[in-house]
Each structure stands twice: as structure tokens, then as C-alpha cells.
């Protein structure tokens, strides 16, 4: 389980950001489309999406509480009617055709089923509809992980670090 503090992920993550505007443009939205933001974090790149939907929506789902409960404080629904924020785990999708597009920018990464993901998009898309997912690949933070992944087998903290995995699927 990893611990998210939101406050530092929103002043700290214009890199994301700015991926998920390059995605975005991607997309071309007409406006009326059902969006689902997975890994949605604490909200800014959701209430981007929801700007660009004038007659449609946006759902933005985060595994992380404090995530969620960040973005629907900064991002109330009585001021954005057309976004809303629910905590739960794309690993365990729980819609059925509901959504025009799907979209997940920086998420992916954090999970290590994605054929289960997959699914779940698949479930919950409308015939017709669309996924956009971007997410770390193969090599990405190489150097720091293989440092990571040797210093936890040395020294006073090995003990710490027993069955320790860190989660990443890059
Ligand atoms: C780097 S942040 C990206 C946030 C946002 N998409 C953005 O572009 O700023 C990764 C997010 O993925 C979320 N996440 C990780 N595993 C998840 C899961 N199994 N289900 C839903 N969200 C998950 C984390 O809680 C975190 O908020």
C-alpha cells in the first residue's frame, strides 16, 4: 500500500501535468462524452477534463483516500457540476458500459495486473467508446530503482526491507 499526501503531489506534479495535457489534446472530446480518470490523484488534471466538457461529465477514481478527499475539498460539486471524485481500485472496476472514454495519465505504472485493468475498461466502456492510458514503460527510473532495489539488501536496514516489493510495473 502505498501513502499518497496530496498537498505535496499538488505542488510537486507539474510534470504530470504536463503529460496528461499532451494526452488530453489527444483526445479530441466533443464536449458530451461520460469521462472516467483512473489513478485520478488529487483532482487538477480531472477538473481539466471536466473543462473541456461543457454537456458531459468526468469521474476521477483514486485508490487513496486522502487522494480523494483532497479533490473534492479544492473541487467541490455545488462549483463543478460536472466532476466527481470516488475512492476506489481500478483493479476491481465496478461499471458496466458507462463511459464514453476512459483515460489514465502517470496510474498504470502502479499496478501490476493490468490484464485485470483491461477488463474492468472493458466492461465499463460504451460500445464504441475509447481508452487512453499512459503510463511509465519498460526502463523507466531504471538507475534509481536498481539503486533502490540494491540498498535495501545491505546494511542496518535489510531487516526492514524483508519480502519487500516495490509494486511498480513498468
Ligand atoms: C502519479 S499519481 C497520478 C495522478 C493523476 N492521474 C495525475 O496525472 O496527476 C498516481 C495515482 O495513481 C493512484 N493509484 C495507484 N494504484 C491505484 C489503483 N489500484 N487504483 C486506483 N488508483 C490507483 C495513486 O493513488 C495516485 O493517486
Known sequence: MHIWNPEDYHRHSSAQQAWARELLAKLR??????VLDLGCGEGKVTAEIAALLPRGSVLGMDVS?????????????E???????VEGDML??????KFDVVFSN???HWVTDHGRVFA????????????LLQMGGRGN???????ADEMVTEGP???YFAGFSNGYAF
Do not use: K, T, V
Not at 79 to 85: G, H
Not at 120 to 131: D, V
Not at 141 to 147: E, F, K, S, V, Y
Open 29 to 34: 472530446l466533443a464536449g458530451d462524452e461520460r
Open 65 to 77: 483516500r486522502d487522494m480523494i478527499s483532497f479533490a473534492r475539498q479544492r473541487l467541490p460539486p
Open 79 to 85: 462549483e463543478y457540476q460536472n466532476l466527481r471524485f
Open 92 to 97: 476491481d472496476l465496478p461499471f458496466e458500459r
Open 106 to 108: 502517470a496510474a498504470l
Open 120 to 131: 474492468g475498461i472493458g466492461r465499463a466502456l460504451r460500445p464504441g467508446g475509447r481508452a
Open 141 to 147: 527510473a531504471a538507475p534509481i530503482l536498481a539503486l
Open 157 to 159: 536496514w535489510r531487516e
